[in-house]
């Protein structure tokens, strides 16, 4: 079984639509949950990171994690061309530990 | 603030020859990592390091490639000799201290070995 598991999509959706990106990971040891985006022919970026359970939110953005489930998620409201990138998922078991990243998941969302 | 400087932007080389990428981390990040990523892949790590020392290099193909920072600020990954599956981007990423969570990451190497 894979440390992180990540749909690789590709998702397309309409512009406005709410859109809902997920992992699941194996290691209950992992705390610190992150999604960076990639967008096309550049390095990834980092989008928000979370530290155990709980939700985060910032403007369009919010991050959820569900430890008890090993699941997270990072849901876009009111999707923006510009959020067209491929979104990985990263998780680390402490703050110096070594990034497992998904496979990622390429978003196109159209006009 | 400037970012993560790499360079070249493109390689193509043929298989069995050597090639070599270099790295200028952000001003003050002491921690250096280089990842591969292979097409439709995530970034996998293949060395870390801290200042000038390595903190971890267990998943380098150490038969193949090597990577050197001196002076604790730029850094060179060299692959010798290359073999077609190395075909993939090349990123360089920083941080501060020892933060593994919160990485920036350089626009890549683009390597293509035929």
């Known amino acids: 079984q894979k440390e992180v598991e990540q749909d690789p999509g590709p998702l397309s959706v309409p512009e406005g639509a709410i859109v809902s990106l997920n992992c699941t990971y194996s290691?209950?040891?992992?705390?610190?949950f992150m999604w960076y985006r990639q967008y096309s022919r550049k390095g990834p970026e980092l989008l928000m990171y979370?530290?155990?359970?709980g939700n985060k939110e910032d403007g369009r953005f919010t991050a959820q994690v569900d430890k008890s489930s090993k699941y997270i998620s990072l849901f876009i409201r009111d999707s923006q061309p510009s959020d067209s990138a491929t979104y990985l998922c990263a998780i680390t078991q402490g703050g110096s530990e070594k990034l497992v990243f998904g496979k990622g998941t390429k978003l196109t969302v159209n006009p | 603030e400037a970012g993560v400087a790499q360079s070249p932007r493109y390689k193509i080389i043929e298989k069995r020859q050597s090639v070599a990428f270099w790295c200028n981390p952000i001003s003050g990040h002491a921690t250096l990592y280089w990842y591969q990523q292979i097409l439709g892949q995530g970034p996998k790590l293949l060395i870390q390091f801290q200042n000038n020392g390595v903190v971890d290099d267990s998943q380098l193909p150490k038969d193949r490639f090597s990577a050197e920072r001196l002076k604790g600020v730029d850094s060179t990954l060299k692959i010798q000799p290359a073999k077609l599956e190395d075909s993939a981007v090349y990123l360089c990423a920083s941080s501060l201290l020892r933060l593994t969570y919160e990485q920036y990451f350089g626009p890549g190497t683009r390597l293509t070995v035929t």
């Open positions: 290691n209950s040891a992992f705390q610190y």
């Open positions: 979370t530290y155990s359970s």
